[in-house]
């Protein structure tokens, strides 16, 4: 006889905490893990945050610090069919869901034991987008008003939401919203979603909230969105069109990009995958316009032409290869705008070295080093006493790294491991080829 046992809440929350990982909250590690100064970028997990437990999440807030926050999903159940999402209908799998109540009293015990100090809530859309916000709405005014938390909450608005009253009250309750634009335009949309609607479904929630946040003093003040980067074969020039357009025309605080990756069982499973770097460029170029200032005309070297950026350099320094007529940079004299287009310089640096000259004369590389200044990669493009590199030292920067013609040799202890696999039997090598430079 077959018992069929109904999940807990813990067992939901395994499961629908790490089906929510597909919704980014933070850009995604630099490519070298490393954190530089005044780049605004640190290391923070392969998918832009670390999980802890189940369905917690170190998140990256705006002003720099981390929260702790219970992200999960309502349920994973969707009527949807986008072509790269693992919860789409395409994908044959068990489906899980909490009740109202169950997830609002989780949040709770979790926030009560100090373990989460916020909630990332989103969902599969299981009826329509209306049915699916309204569930939503009722899970947020539950911990809102019978819990009495008063703290951040970041609610996803479903594709599709059209009832006003819906989208006045996910602003009322959350302390930040967004809805999921996954492509840069109607056109690219289609190719991967034949029952999203762009314009109406996504862009009018969008500006509904927008107008919202302008006319209601509290609730929630910022918007944010994702794009799915590779997915619909858009050009990285598409996505910076758009962001550019969020930023400006609806007020975005933050864009996320994901890296699209196959999924089997959807029709893009033989889809190749987006390289990682190519959203870690992407965040690149965001920072650049958004925080540094540039505009589409300064950003456009970065761009091949078919609108692509180079994955093998970053767009800054491209840039100023680019114009390096502009260079060397003055570092007592430039303008702080100057000093932002300078490789290995960011903000803070920046503010940094007009503050600093303004008591005296800054003569020590030691100095900047000091102030946050990347001087391997400023050195060619600054100038201060007793350094001053001529335009043709830029010329001579090798923007793309060779990579040699000679293998590096295997270590003693990958030797070692192959030796001890190879001992055992096996038919083929466990090791990368490309480190271990051994056949088996």
């Known amino acids: ?39 605004g970028w640190e290391r923070v997990g392969p998918r832009g945050g670390v999980t802890p437990y189940a369905g917690v999440y170190k998140a990256a ?46 949040f709770d015990e979790m926030h009560s034991r100090h373990m989460v100090e ?20 009722d899970v947020v005014e539950a911990i809102r008003s019978r819990y009495g938390f008063r703290g951040y909450i970041h609610l996803k608005v479903m594709p599709g939401t059209s009832t006003d009253a819906l989208l006045e009250q996910s602003q009322r309750l959350g302390a930040r919203l967004s809805v999921n634009m996954e492509s840069p335009s109607a056109e690219h949309l289609r190719k991967v979603s034949t029952m999203k ?14 107008e919202l946040m302008q006319e209601r003093y509290g609730g929630a003040v910022g918007q944010a969105t994702q794009l799915v980067v590779g997915a ?15 930023y400006g025309e609806y007020g975005f605080k933050r864009v996320y990009y994901s890296a699209f990756r196959p999924v089997q069982y959807t029709p893009l499973e033989e889809h190749p995958a987006t ?16 925080i540094y200032g540039y505009d589409a005309e300064e950003l456009r070297p970065a761009f091949d032409t078919g609108g692509f950026l180079e994955l093998r350099a970053d767009p800054k320094l491209m840039i100023a290869m680019n114009n390096f007529e502009q260079f060397p ?77 000679t293998p590096a040799q295997p270590s003693r202890r990958t030797v070692d491991l192959h030796a001890t696999h190879a001992a055992s039997g096996c038919t083929s090598c466990p090791l990368n080829p490309g480190t271990c430079g051994m056949a088996a």
Request: positive net charge; charged residues 25%.
């Open 118 to 137: 916020g909630l990332f809530l989103s969902s599969g859309i299981f009826k329509d987008p209306n049915a699916t916000q309204e569930r939503l709405l």
């Open 61 to 106: 807030m705006p002003n720099g610090k981390r929260i702790s926050l219970m992200r999960v999903m309502f349920t994973d159940h969707c009527i949807m069919d986008c072509h790269y999402c693992p919860n789409s209908y395409w994908v044959p799998r068990r489906r899980y869901g909490f009740k109202v109540d169950e997830l609002a009293r989780l």
């Open 275 to 290: 390289p990682p770097v190519r959203e870690h460029r992407l965040y690149q170029m965001d920072w650049l316009s958004r």
């Open 1 to 39: 006889m077959l018992i069929q046992r109904a999940p807990d809440v813990y067992e939901k929350l395994r499961h629908l905490g790490g089906m929510a990982t597909d919704d980014v909250l933070s850009p995604a590690e630099r490519s070298d893990g490393v954190a530089r100064p005044g780049e």
């Open 232 to 246: 619909a074969d858009e050009s990285d020039w598409d996505i910076y069109t758009r962001m550019r357009s969020l």
């Open 329 to 405: 940079v003055d570092v007592n004299r430039g303008t702080e705008r100057e000093l932002l287009r300078v490789p290995g310089v960011g903000p803070l640096a920046a503010n940094r070295i007009v503050k600093q000259r303004a008591q005296h004369t800054i003569t020590q590389r030691q100095e900047l080093q000091a102030m946050g200044v990347v001087m391997k990669r400023a050195m060619p493009f600054l100038r201060f006493p007793g350094h001053k590199p001529t335009p043709a030292k830029q010329g001579e920067l090798a923007l793309f790294r060779e990579q040699s013609a």
């Open 197 to 210: 609607d762009f314009d109406n479904g996504i862009v009018a929630p969008m500006k509904r909230i927008s």
